[in-house]
């Protein structure tokens, strides 16, 4: 009993916490694959804590960049559980023309 309530439990977190994206959208023609994609560490749920990313240098200039988007995936979130938001990862996605 005990374990499918730490199951049920376990579960209905996952689903609680849900996914989060985040998404810049900058010209309407963009790629369906990032040209680049990159996980980023963040602790104590990423609270007061930025990364940056040269998207001008990945795209080979600032007007081909299409769409920035930051996501946190299902690893993401199930690492987050895991450890109680002290380590939060998430995936910043650069699309480019």
């Not at 963040?42 to 080979?60: P, R, Y």
């Not at 769409?67 to 995936?73: F, M, N, Y």
Request: with cysteine; proline share 3%; charged share 15%.
């Amino acid at each position: 009993m005990k374990k499918i309530v730490l199951a049920v439990l376990m579960g209905s977190t996952l689903l609680a916490s849900g996914c989060a994206t985040q998404t810049g959208l900058i010209k309407k023609n963009s790629q369906t694959i990032p040209k680049h994609s990159e996980s980023q560490s963040f602790l104590f749920w990423g609270i007061g804590q930025e990364k940056t990313l040269d998207v001008a240098q990945i795209c080979g200039g600032a007007d081909k960049v299409a769409k920035v988007q930051t996501i946190q995936e299902p690893m993401d979130i199930l690492l987050g559980v895991i450890t109680i938001g002290i380590y939060a990862p998430r995936t910043a996605n650069v699309y480019c023309q």
